[in-house]
């Protein structure tokens, strides 16, 4: 008897970390097209900070005990930053950016 529910709680795939596209934001959830459909999954976010992930974008979903969560997307490559440099920004072309040598730039203009 143990041995049949071994191997049937053995032989199924564990589900892995995967990335897709999200197909639908807000409410701090996504749905995101992977391998799998991930529907309403929550957004995984540091403290202070609140987005909804546009649509199109690519997204990594991470299956945990509680239930799948969505790490985030996957950052565009920016060579205006030099390492070390933080930009914040939106869809809609708004920007703030720690520059390494103390300098704000809010919409690319120098704040002091």
């Known amino acids: 008897m143990w041995i049949s529910g071994y191997v ?15 197909r639908a934001s807000g409410s ?13 999954v929550p957004v995984a976010l540091p403290y202070g900070i609140a987005y909804a992930p546009p649509i ?14 969505c ?4 950052g565009e490559k920016r060579d205006d930053l030099a390492p070390g440099e933080l930009m914040l920004y939106s869809a809609g072309g708004a920007s703030i950016v720690l520059k390494n040598d103390g ?4 919409n690319g203009r120098a704040v002091e």
């Open 8 to 22: 049937t709680g053995n032989s199924f795939a564990k589900d892995s970390p995967s990335v897709g596209i999200v």
């Open 103 to 106: 300098r704000v730039l809010i």
């Open 28 to 40: 701090g959830k996504v749905s995101v097209s992977a391998t799998n459909e991930h529907l309403a």
């Open 71 to 74: 790490l985030g997307v996957i």
């Open 56 to 69: 199109g974008s690519q997204s990594v979903v991470l299956p945990t005990e509680a239930g799948n969560l």
